[in-house]
């Protein structure tokens, strides 16, 4: 199975910044990524598929880019409302990464 | 509005069993596949089973493959996830989520039932 190793696992930011989120695969696959967010007590969030493609309803801030073993989550101009943790999840075995928790500066 | 509403999460001695349901409602459930995702508490999000539209296929993540079996009744809108031989580890929030589809991720999810294994 492929495993998916998320970095960095927390993340301090403030509002405006730009934030990037890196995940990699133990082995090149395709486009098949997801990221999500989660906020406590929540279910995940849908944000990016497809590695780059953005989901609907989801803020324009937010971008995927990567291919084969690497795979980024930006997020430009951090908002207020977008302190949470964020994962990401290949689609060849369904495999989650560890998480990224953004928190405030 | 589409929506997912798990039940049937509770407390359950270690070697026990318990069986999770999903209702699918505001969309149609017989196109989609499903899975059921867990998070332990203070940990990530960790996938354990998922089901074809018509239950022809199904996967499990490892560490429950034997003990755990996902079923669907498109019939009755419904998921579910029957969980044997139950571990201190399998205690977790469960929540049932739609495939968006085409390998495109999980862009529907439940609010999450709570499973607790302990003596």
């Known amino acids: 199975d492929i495993q998916m190793t998320q970095s960095p696992s927390t993340l301090s930011a403030s509002v405006g910044d730009r934030v990037t989120i890196t995940c990699r695969a133990s082995?090149?696959?395709?486009?098949?990524l997801a990221w999500y967010q989660q906020k406590p007590g929540k279910a995940p969030k849908l944000l990016i598929y497809?590695?780059?493609s953005l989901e609907s309803g989801v803020p324009s801030r937010f971008s995927g880019s990567g291919s084969g073993t690497e795979f980024t989550l930006t997020i430009n101009s951090l908002q207020p409302d977008d302190f949470a943790t964020y994962y990401c999840?290949?689609?060849?075995?369904?495999?989650f990464g560890q998480g990224t928790k953004v928190e405030i500066k | 509005e589409e929506q997912l509403v798990e039940s049937g999460g509770g407390l359950v001695q270690p070697g026990g069993s318990l069986r999770l349901s999903c209702a699918a409602s505001?969309?149609?459930?017989?196109?989609?596949?499903i899975s059921w995702v867990r998070q332990a508490p203070g940990k990530g999000l960790e996938w354990v089973a998922y089901?074809?539209?018509?239950?022809?296929?199904?996967y499990y993540v490892d560490s429950v493959k034997g003990r755990f079996t996902i079923s669907r009744d498109n019939a009755k809108n419904s998921l579910y996830l029957q969980m044997n031989s139950l571990r201190a580890e399998d205690t977790a929030v469960y929540y049932c989520?739609?495939?968006?589809?085409?390998?495109?991720?999980?862009?529907?999810w439940g609010q999450g039932t709570t499973v607790t294994v302990s003596s």
């Open positions: 505001g969309f149609t459930f017989r196109r989609h596949w």
């Open positions: 497809k590695a780059s």
């Open positions: 989520a739609r495939d968006k589809g085409s390998r495109s991720g999980m862009d529907v």
């Open positions: 089901i074809k539209e018509d239950g022809s296929e199904k």
């Open positions: 999840q290949q689609y060849n075995s369904w495999t």
């Open positions: 082995q090149s696959f395709n486009d098949w």
